[in-house]
């Protein structure tokens, strides 16, 4: 009792210890979160700022998405 075997830490899935660690976004260091509304509008925004930059990819599907090609 007491040990940890290779056959548990097989078992945990992977990002489980990070997920333990930081289980909201803004618990990651250097992660800033934000949001904007524009009540006349009648919309907003969410920014996820990475103090340090940071590499982004995104998916826009639908038949209208909204943005601007």
């Given at each position: 009792?007491?040990?940890?075997d290779l056959?548990?830490?097989?078992?945990?899935?992977?990002?489980?210890?990070?997920?333990?660690?930081?289980?909201?976004?803004?618990?990651?260091?250097?992660?800033?979160?934000?949001?904007?509304?524009?009540?006349?509008?009648?919309?907003?925004?969410?920014?996820?700022?990475?103090?340090?930059?940071?590499?982004?990819?995104?998916?826009?599907?639908?038949?209208?998405?909204?943005?601007?090609?």
């Open positions: 009792m007491g040990k940890i056959i548990t830490l097989s078992v945990v899935p992977r990002g489980f210890l990070f997920m333990v660690m930081f289980s909201a976004i803004t618990d990651v260091p250097g992660i800033k979160v934000g949001h904007y509304t524009d009540k006349e509008g009648i919309t907003g925004c969410t920014v996820i700022l990475c103090e340090q930059g940071a590499v982004a990819g995104v998916d826009v599907s639908g038949s209208a998405p909204g943005t601007r090609e």
